[in-house]
Every structure is written in structure tokens, then in C-alpha cells.
């Protein structure tokens, strides 16, 4: 059996952007996709070029087991974001925040991060 790439989806803005180009779908059958709770909570619609709110639901996708929805206690994240300047976790988002503790968290099993800054970045093998 084929092991699937994984990505861990830094930030809702990414998830909306991908719903919008209509690639949501084709990609959770390519890639393991994991994002953290608030990620999930924070992306739910899209306004087409004309205006229009699109709602999506990722807790489909969750309960099918297409992605995995990573849970972070707040006492790592609040560890987290204490090793930081204060001018820098202002202007993460909450999301961000939380998906960017997820590999400091974990045993390295993110292959690659994909943040708003459409970078990819490896960060270890899933």
C-alpha cells in the first residue's frame, strides 16, 4: 500500500483558498491532510468573485476520517507561544498559532507544513 504525503495545514486561509479553486475535494483523495481544531472552527465559507458566501463543512470530513483534526491543551500552547517575542504571537491569528505548535508538540509526524505564504516546508517523516 502507497503511504500518502502528509501536510499540515497552518491556517484557515489555506483551507478557504483551496475550497474557492475547487481542489478540496481532489486533494484529501491525494494527500493526508491534518489541521489543528481552531483551523477547523476559523474556516467554514468562501465569498465567490461575485459576493457570494459558500459554507463548507470539515466535520465531513473529519467523521469520514478524510482529515485529521489535531487538538492542542492549552497549557502547550501557551508554552509555545512563550518562547516568542510578544510582537510576533500578536500578529499570528489564533489558528496559526495552534497549528504552529503542532510540530513542536509531536514526534515529527508532519512531512511537509503548507502556510498562507503557499510555502512547504519538510519537517520530518510521518
Request: proline share 3%; net charge negative; with cysteine.
Amino acid at each position: 500500500m502507497m503511504t500518502l504525503s502528509s501536510f499540515l495545514l497552518l491556517d484557515a486561509n489555506v483551507v478557504i483558498y483551496l475550497f474557492k479553486c475547487g481542489v478540496w475535494t481532489k486533494l484529501v483523495q491525494r494527500v493526508k491532510l491534518r489541521i489543528a481544531r481552531t483551523v477547523m472552527i476559523e474556516a467554514h465559507f468562501y465569498e465567490t468573485d461575485l459576493g457570494e458566501r459558500v459554507d463548507f463543512d470539515l466535520g465531513e470530513f473529519e467523521r469520514s476520517g478524510v482529515i485529521e483534526v489535531i487538538d492542542v491543551g492549552l497549557p502547550q500552547l501557551q508554552a509555545f507561544v512563550s518562547q516568542f517575542d510578544a510582537s510576533y504571537v500578536e500578529k499570528l491569528d489564533p489558528g496559526e498559532a495552534e497549528s504552529l505548535c503542532v510540530p513542536a508538540c509531536s514526534e515529527g509526524r508532519h512531512s511537509h507544513l503548507l502556510g498562507r505564504r503557499n510555502c512547504v516546508s519538510r519537517a520530518g517523516q510521518p
